[in-house]
């Protein structure tokens, strides 16, 4: 699976974004799929996750009730809507996919996308 993710730029505090990452490959239909963030001097952290069924979404508690993770199997898509979005939200998101494993622990995915800047000024 090879993903590529876009959407990213720069927006002011109390806006919103849609990231959408594009992946190849029918296998993506049956993955899991994430995004993740990393700020500058951070660690990459989990943001949001969402079932290859779309039954079951996860949300860092950081982004809950902002963002919105979904999927679009037949599009072999996945998108991170982002609102309320605040300077701490500021970061390179990357999203990525897995097979199996822990939905919200970056060493289960297997896949990365190359990741997309998204800059919040305050």
């Known amino acids: 699976v090879q993903l590529q993710a876009f959407g990213g730029g720069l927006v002011q505090a109390g806006g919103y974004l849609r990231l959408s990452c594009a992946a190849s490959?029918?296998?993506?239909?049956?993955?899991?799929v994430a995004w993740f963030r990393q700020a500058p001097g951070k660690e990459r952290e989990f943001v949001a996750a969402i079932s290859w069924s779309v039954s079951v979404s996860y949300y860092a508690g950081s982004v809950k009730g902002r963002f919105t993770i979904s999927r679009d199997n037949a599009k072999n898509t996945m998108y991170l809507q982002m609102n309320n979005l605040k300077p701490e939200d500021t970061a390179v998101y990357y999203c990525?996919?897995?097979?199996?494993?822990?939905?919200?622990?970056?060493?289960?995915?297997?896949?990365w996308g190359q990741g997309t800047l998204v800059t919040v000024s305050s």
């Open positions: 490959g029918r296998a993506f239909r049956s993955y899991t």
């Open positions: 990525a996919a897995q097979a199996v494993g822990s939905p919200t622990d970056r060493r289960s995915y297997g896949y």
